[in-house]
């Protein structure tokens, strides 16, 4: 077996042990890029030098028999939305195509003192605007399960690379599913923890409010050990959260007895899949058949969750966004006449379609005259399901739904009508509004081999229970050790 | 014009920026040191790089809530930040963080006195943001640099209500601010180099009208000067245009200090729209009553208390009073001398007299002159003991101003002391009145002027050492007896 396919708990007893150097991890890794980055395109930038310097940094302290962290050694890449000091992080984008970070992410420094080594920065949707990868202005990611299909966006270069064995772990970052649905798409497991667990203090700003960051794995047990590393207070981010930290790897307890799982059953049909639905109404009789309690719940304002998102989140962009102007860093314009002139040449030129649609919107969306009826009317509606998830939790430990109500598409067949790719976050939308944690496992395949995702969600800052649960599933399942063909 | 000038009602509103004095900047710890090298005080977070985050100074809270319960302001338990969104160069986020609809303090008011009359103006709110940075054009290459050392340097916003009538109440509006500001130690106050600034809000109507005018905003007024001239030229242009059957035009207008001259920059149509909303990377500010009533248990004595107890106790003007406690400076000086010297009026004239007109020439405040409380206290001993004459003292204190000595020294150095012994000044002023026998029978003749001449001609005999009041005594007295 190859090194490369290992996990990161495999991997990380090996270098402990001395069983393999950290520099065969990291040649078996880049190898395995090397021979697939031409068909799957999943990294923007690669880390190479930077991080064979950390791995023989890292190897000396093994030789001298010192402690180099649970993460020692393990190569793990990074969505490039998020800073690393001195590296290119481009958000995907031509208006940061050589934008050099001056500091690092909190993630960062929170891996690399785990003993994480970075691999490189992958491929999103331009500013994480997307759900398939295809508005990154660099490449065009490809579905490892399937060429000729997307491999789920934003984070669809991170997903990739993991599922085919281009990383041992990633990060990414969802802001209406853009962890959990290429998950879904790609057969990995995909986590967005709930809003404040893990600081965005270095995560190029989306959507503030809905943003979040959160690892994609091979494996549940990996998907622990990489809360461990990320979760905790980060004083340079007042939206993060302080509580005692806990070890997730002591919620992996194969055992659902204890649990209820609530579904909103209406939620489940229009516009799902027959072959999700198939799929996802089997996991629920295997998890009943493992014990947990299955009861119907009822989610009243969760229709409204798309529409509440798509004012929200392209409110909060087009005043992120704005500092993308020409003049500090990033894209400017060639030619110019005046002030004014930079800053509309600039933006024109420098971000994509979909960008500037969802500047657009927000812009429209807070503008005086406007403001009432949508900013601060989405605003109460967000306040209403959150309330909504609230009341359900009095009755269920977690909701199943699926992640994503269809499997990877091919490429092009919906970007010509961005509705239609945005109903693609129907099931993921309503955790990030309610600011919940939500995870995304591999539970099946559809007619034509492509991976089916289930997707759990609880109560805020209660990781541990969809840890508990999507352990369980995979301990009495096979369809996370299933590899793409590629 | 004048005439019509008069038939306007004119209301004016303040909005007064003031940087607070804090070591670090609102949203990281970068300096706020004024007068640094170009964007040496930045950060990736002033400088708005993708992926930061803001974290609120709590001094910044602290600052605004001490300003709010000096001006009688309520203190909102909550309130929250607010992104306000537009272009420029120096706004490197492209919005600047402020407050919009839940400011920090809310409601109050200060008192001004002017020629006497106290006159309470209302305070709208106080709010808390960011400044932004400064361009900086560059004639020679035609570019234009931005130097981001201000971004974020934490500013109170205080919004008045339109309760001032003409520039003299503006200008002792903002006097007031800056005595309460300095003596809460929360701005240094310094206009000239913008830490206080105001924007002038002004409309006119005719006497009576029920409804203001339209209003203009006449932005960042850095010294009362500007304020003073902005206000009256602003007065006369609303006045002539609407004499002339024009309109006023609601619009934000600049005023060149150097020219004596204001203009539009944009007006309502091309106004922003400013996108307010709130900020999400920003928790709301909840504050506690135990909070907000330790920062009211040690509040400093504020200007109108010390006035108040001046008039009261030292028996000052109400217009002398006001002078001086609206400097803490000032007001901390006088406490000090008069503690020294025990003569209230005296170092009143003082201040108010030569000591603060030297000090204006050379653009000082009193604590970076040479003469410290012990020495002004000296003088005035001086004085009051009749070692010296007045004259005498007024030459004693501009040595004084100039070289840092005290007073006793340079008496003593310059042989100044006053001639006080009555038999040796009555041999001078027999001396002169001998020697002068014109000027004494003009006065015998009725001619009162002629006394001056005299007195003249005997403290030049002295040296201007002879206690004048003594010299004027035995004059009168000799030549009452000559009559």
């Known amino acids: 077996m190859e090194l490369y396919s290992l996990t990161i708990h495999e991997i990380a007893k090996k270098i402990k042990l001395k069983e393999v150097t950290i520099r065969e991890v990291l040649d078996s890794v880049y190898s395995r890029i090397d021979s697939l980055e031409s068909n799957v395109n999943a990294y923007i930038n690669l880390t190479k030098e930077y991080a064979y310097i950390t791995a023989d940094k890292l190897q000396k302290k093994i030789n001298d028999g010192l402690d180099i962290g649970f993460l020692g050694g393990v190569p793990i890449a990074i969505k490039d939305n998020m800073c690393m000091k001195d590296v290119k992080t481009t958000c995907g984008s031509k208006m940061l195509e050589n934008f050099v970070s001056p500091y690092d992410a909190t993630v960062i420094e929170r891996l690399e003192s785990a003993g994480a080594i970075i691999l490189g920065k992958t491929n999103m949707d331009e500013f994480a605007m997307g759900s398939s990868t295809e508005n990154s202005y660099f490449k065009k990611t490809v579905n490892p399960w399937d060429i000729t299909k997307v491999p789920g966006g934003s984070s669809g270069g991170s997903s990739a690379a993991v599922s085919c064995d281009m990383a041992f772990a990633a990060l990414g970052s969802d802001t209406g599913g853009s962890i959990r649905q290429p998950a879904s798409y790609c057969s990995t497991v995909g986590l967005k923890p709930t809003y404040g667990l893990v600081s965005r203090f270095g995560l190029v700003a989306f959507a503030s409010s809905l943003d979040q960051i959160g690892p994609f794995t091979k494996d549940v047990t990996d998907m622990a050990i990489m809360l461990n590393a990320i979760v905790g207070h980060d004083d340079k981010d007042t939206t993060s959260v302080n509580l005692e930290k806990i070890d997730y790897t002591k919620y992996l307890i194969n055992d659902a007895k204890n649990m209820t799982i609530g579904i909103p059953r209406e939620f489940l049909s229009e516009g799902l899949n027959p072959d999700v639905k198939k799929s996802f109404d089997i996991a629920i009789d295997e998890l009943t058949e493992l014990g947990a309690k299955v009861i119907d719940i009822k989610l009243d304002y969760i229709k409204y969750s798309l529409a509440t998102y798509y004012i929200i989140a392209t409110a909060e962009a087009s005043s992120n966004l704005g500092r993308y102007d020409g003049i500090k860093y990033g894209y400017r314009t060639d030619k110019f006449e005046n002030l004014l002139d930079i800053y509309k040449k600039s933006r024109t030129e420098g971000f994509g379609d979909e960008v500037k649609r969802r500047i657009m919107l927000g812009t429209y969306v807070l503008s005086s005259g406007y403001y009432d009826a949508y900013y601060k009317k989405a605003q109460k509606v967000r306040t209403l399901i959150i309330n909504d998830f609230k009341r359900v939790f009095d009755s269920c430990d977690v909701i199943a739904l699926p992640t994503a109500p269809n499997t990877a598409f091919k490429f092009g067949s919906k970007t010509s009508n961005p509705l239609e790719m945005y109903l693609e976050d129907i099931y993921t939308v309503p955790v990030n509004i309610a600011g919940l944690p939500g995870i995304s496992i591999p539970c099946g395949f559809d007619s034509s081999n492509m991976p089916i995702g289930l997707q759990f969600i609880s109560s805020a800052f209660e990781e541990k229970k969809l840890l508990q649960l999507a352990y369980t599933y995979e301990q009495n399942t096979e369809f996370h050790k299933m590899k793409p063909n590629i | ?483």
């Open chain 2, 1 to 483: 014009m004048e005439d019509k000038i008069k038939e306007y009602e004119v209301v004016i509103g303040i909005e007064a920026h003031a940087e607070l004095s804090t070591k670090t900047k609102i949203y990281c710890n970068c300096s706020t040191e004024y007068g640094a090298d170009p964007n040496t005080h930045c950060c990736p977070i002033c400088t708005g790089m993708p992926g930061v985050l803001p974290v609120l100074n709590e001094k910044v809270v602290e600052y605004a809530v001490k300003a709010g319960l000096a001006t009688d302001c309520s203190i909102a338990k909550f309130s929250k930040q607010d992104r306000k969104n537009y272009f420029y160069p120096d706004l490197p986020k492209a919005y600047q963080t402020s407050q919009f609809d839940l400011p920090l303090c809310i409601g109050g008011h200060v008192d001004i006195f002017v020629n006497g009359a106290k006159k309470t103006i209302g305070i709208t709110r106080i709010h808390i943001e960011e400044d932004a940075g400064k361009l900086i054009h560059d004639e020679f290459t035609g570019s234009t640099l931005v130097d981001m050392n201000r971004c974020a340097v934490p500013l109170i916003e205080i919004v008045s209500e339109p309760d001032m009538r003409n520039a003299a109440e503006v200008i002792e509006y903002m006097q007031t601010l800056k005595g309460v500001l300095e003596y809460l130690e929360v701005c240094d106050c310094k206009m000239q180099e913008g830490s206080l600034r105001c924007d002038v809000n002004l409309s006119v109507r005719k006497w009576g009208a029920p409804n203001f005018g339209t209003r203009t905003e006449t932005k960042n007024l850095n010294s009362f000067k500007a304020i003073q001239k902005s206000i009256e030229f602003e007065i006369r242009r609303q006045i002539e245009e609407l004499e002339n059957g024009g309109i006023i035009y609601q619009e934000t207008r600049r005023f060149d200090d150097n020219l004596g001259i204001g203009y539009a920059m944009r007006t309502k149509e091309d106004a922003h729209d400013y996108r307010y909303f709130e900020e999400p990377d920003l928790a709301p500010i909840v504050l506690s009553d135990e909070y907000v009533n330790s920062i009211k248990n040690n509040l400093p004595e504020m200007p109108n208390v010390r006035r108040a107890r001046y008039v009261e106790q030292y028996m000052l003007s109400e217009y002398d009073a006001t002078q001086i406690t609206n400097s803490k400076l000032l007001a901390n000086y006088f406490d000090k001398t008069v503690s020294l010297c025990n003569n209230p009026k005296s170092v009143t004239n003082w201040l108010m007299g030569d000591f603060s007109k030297m000090l204006n020439e050379l653009n000082l405040e009193i604590n970076e002159s040479k003469i410290i409380e012990e020495n002004l206290a000296n003088l005035i001993k001086l004085i009051d003991t009749n070692i010296i004459s007045s004259a005498m003292a007024k030459k004693v204190f501009i040595e004084m101003f100039e070289t840092g000595k005290d007073a006793k020294v340079i008496v003593e150095e310059k042989g100044l002391v006053q001639l006080t012994d009555e038999s040796a000044i009555l041999k001078i002023v027999e001396e002169v009145v001998n020697s002068n026998d014109q000027s004494v029978s003009d006065y015998i003749a009725g001619k009162d002027k002629a006394i001056g001449f005299l007195v003249g001609q005997i403290m030049k005999a002295s040296k201007g050492k002879a206690n004048p009041t003594t010299v004027n005594e035995l004059l009168l007295k000799i030549l009452e007896a000559k009559k």
